[in-house]
């Protein structure tokens, strides 16, 4: 995942700490692996992708960017086992943007 500053790309989010609930846990796909900057192998077992628990309804990731930032935009690479986009692709997500303990900004987005 990458989160883009300034007037220049930079990754914002690269090594910053991160926190995963339900990590899936039969080898190393923990959430650090979201913000290494590797996207690569985005397969199940290319050990570049945060994998979550099984049969979970929902699952949560968090980077702590260490200071406010301004966010042009986000990336977000997901894991597609080497399948075309579309595919592999059936998902929901929100983004929430912190400052401190006060919500600033949600984002909803559906892929159909």
């Not at 990458?2 to 796909?29: D, G, R, V």
């Not at 923990?30 to 590797?38: E, I, K």
């Not at 996207?39 to 968090?62: D, H, I, M, P, Q």
């Not at 692709?89 to 159909?112: C, E, G, P």
């Amino acid at each position: 995942m990458k989160y883009f500053s300034n007037s220049i790309e930079e990754n914002i989010a690269l090594k910053k700490p991160t926190w995963q609930q339900y990590p899936f846990s039969s080898f190393h796909s923990g959430s650090d692996l979201a913000v290494d900057g590797r996207k690569t192998n985005l397969t199940y077992s290319g050990g570049e992708c945060v994998l979550s628990a099984n049969f979970k309804s929902t699952t949560e990731w968090r980077v702590d960017l260490r200071k406010v930032s301004l966010i042009q935009y986000i990336v977000i690479h997901f894991r597609t086992d080497g399948l075309k986009w579309g595919i592999a692709s059936f998902f929901k997500f929100n983004i929430h943007l912190w400052l401190s303990a006060h919500q600033i900004y949600t984002v909803h987005w559906v892929y159909d």
